[in-house]
């Protein structure tokens, strides 16, 4: 997919140069699929066929080892936060305008969410702020390509790593995004992928998480 660049008209005013295609999308082959799942049984399954080769092609087009499929976006982040052992006495460095669920993850596993400015080219996390925020409880940041706009995400990599911090990329508003030939979702050490309702591929619930590790 071409990296989609906005005319910013006005504050957060975005001028939309494609067509959205309509909904729900007039395409035989999703009616056959869903025909398909069902008559199988795997429709009601949580380690089917289908979901094996979901993961299986997450992980080729993000250019990733391991993608595993969950019950959504917000789980995935959970799980990254919890795999990783960031809780009580840990920091973790968000844009102040974010999706909700975000924040209230980070503070469910204890940690604290420490809050930087979003950049005025896009609303996602400012990478010159992004120091002002360092501390010795600094455990991971996480950036999110928010409204299918891309992240500052390759300054926000290096930053991260001079400084020994886990990069976690929400990419569950830019699935198919590519930011200098790479897909968005693959900068980071671990990122989510939501198949929520208005998702842009929505299986009306679901999500996903890929790691390197
Ligand atoms: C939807 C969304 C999530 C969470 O996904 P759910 O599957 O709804 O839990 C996380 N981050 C962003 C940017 C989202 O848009």
Same mark, same amino acid.
């Given at each position: 997919m071409a990296r989609f660049l906005p005319t910013i008209k006005r504050k957060w005013s975005v001028k939309v140069t494609f067509e959205c295609p309509s909904w729900p999308p007039d395409w035989p082959e999703i009616g056959q699929a869903v025909e398909s799942v069902l008559q199988s049984g795997e429709w009601g399954q949580y380690h089917s066929e289908t979901c094996k080769q979901l993961e299986k092609r997450l992980a080729q087009h993000f250019k990733t080892p391991i993608a595993r499929l969950c019950c959504s976006g917000t789980a995935a982040l959970e799980i990254a936060l919890r795999t990783q052992q960031i809780g009580p006495g840990d920091e973790v460095i968000?844009?102040? #305008?974010? #999706?909700?669920?975000?924040?209230?993850?980070?503070?469910?596993?204890?940690?604290?969410?420490v809050l930087v400015d979003v950049s005025p080219k896009n609303a996602s996390l400012d990478p010159n702020l992004l120091e002002a925020a360092a501390s010795p409880l600094v455990?991971?940041? /996480?950036?999110?390509?928010? #409204?299918?706009?891309?992240?500052? /995400?390759?300054?926000?990599?290096?930053?991260?790593?001079?400084?020994d911090w886990l990069l /976690?990329?929400? +990419?569950?508003?830019?699935?198919?995004?590519t930011i200098a030939s790479q897909p968005a979702?693959?900068?980071?050490?671990?990122?989510?992928?939501?198949?929520?309702?208005?998702?842009?591929?929505? +299986?009306?619930c679901g999500g996903a998480l890929l790691t390197k590790s």
């Open positions: 968000l844009a102040a #305008y974010d #999706y909700p669920g975000n924040f209230r993850t980070v503070e469910l596993v204890g940690a604290r969410p455990r991971a940041v /996480i950036v999110t390509h928010l #409204y299918g706009q891309p992240a500052e /995400i390759e300054a926000i990599r290096l930053i991260c790593d001079q400084h /976690i990329e929400d +990419a569950c508003q830019a699935m198919g995004m979702g693959s900068f980071g050490d671990l990122a989510t992928l939501s198949f929520g309702g208005s998702k842009l591929i929505s +299986a009306g």
